[in-house]
């Protein structure tokens, strides 16, 4: 593995060199194909903000949403949006922490031995994807606000009225989603039956669904609205569903439809 020192964490060295293809597996995790597919509709919308994806190579950047604080979306304030912001760079912090830890040569000889019950790698692998996660949904949510909201447009408009039978229904459901869950909510084409579906998450790790390109990416986890609402989240959502940009989700819609569907491609 080609390696660039560029930084120390403890005993160890951060490398932004390139990653094995099984460390891209284990990196992307339970987000499988589908969020390369969703980063890739991002790095078409924006060029400047975008993770770098080259051939085996998954190298995790912060991105740059502080226009956001400045945007004046209705519902949202600049403080919530800025404190937000500073929690997404802490999960970049920490993946680029634990990344780092895995690529040590001596992980797998460490006290204790490997085991599923508790072990340092172990501890890793399951907080890598808690981590990896917390910094791909955040992106793809700051990727989705900044619009001007009202009904979803074009092709992704049609999916959706064919899914829920109309656009206020689908609006409904979205918050309505976003009042049971606690964590995220996940408007996604599933890639084994070319369609859009609704997941639910109560943390970046916990049920996150393979094959799925995330769409449409709604954060209901506390820290999102309490500043502005308390725990008022009815309210946040209303305000969210004003401030959707559905350039920037039909954009990934696009890019999703164009992803092999069915079961036996991923044979």
């Known amino acids: 593995m080609t390696t660039k020192k560029n930084e120390i964490i403890g005993n160890y060295e951060i490398s932004e060199g390139k990653l094995t293809t099984r460390r891209e597996v284990l990196m992307m995790g339970a987000l499988a194909a589908g969020t390369l597919v969703g980063a890739a509709a991002n790095a078409a919308s924006d060029p400047a903000k975008p993770t770098t994806i080259s051939g085996a190579t998954v190298e995790i950047k912060e991105r740059d949403f502080s226009a956001l604080i400045s945007k004046k979306m209705e519902g949202l304030s600049s403080n919530q949006i800025e404190q937000h912001l500073k929690l997404y760079k802490g999960y970049v912090a920490k993946t680029k922490e634990i990344d780092a830890l895995l690529n040590a040569p001596d992980v797998i000889t460490q006290a204790p031995a490997a085991n599923a019950t508790y072990a340092p790698l172990r501890e890793l692998l399951m907080e890598q994807s808690f981590a990896l996660n917390g910094v791909v949904y955040h992106e793809l949510y700051f990727g989705n606000l900044g619009g001007t909201g009202g009904d979803p447009t074009g092709d992704l408009k049609s999916a959706i009225e064919a899914r829920w039978g109309s656009s206020a229904k689908f609006m409904d459901y979205l918050k309505a989603s976003g009042k049971c869950?606690?964590?995220?909510?996940?408007?996604?084409?599933?890639?084994?039956?070319?369609?859009?579906?609704?997941?639910?998450?109560?943390?970046?790790?916990?049920?996150?669904?393979?094959?799925?390109?995330?769409?449409?990416?709604?954060?209901?986890?506390?820290?999102?609205?309490?500043?502005?609402?308390?725990?008022?989240?009815?309210a946040y959502l209303d305000a969210f569903v004003k401030n959707i940009d559905w350039d920037v989700c039909n954009k990934r819609f696009a890019a999703a439809r164009k992803h092999p569907v069915g079961a036996d491609v991923t044979l």
Do not use: C, Q
């Open 181 to 234: 869950m606690r964590g995220w909510v996940i408007i996604g084409w599933n890639t084994r039956d070319g369609a859009l579906h609704a997941y639910g998450l109560d943390m970046h790790n916990m049920w996150s669904p393979a094959a799925i390109v995330p769409i449409v990416v709604l954060d209901v986890y506390e820290h999102a609205y309490m500043i502005d609402y308390g725990i008022n989240r009815a």
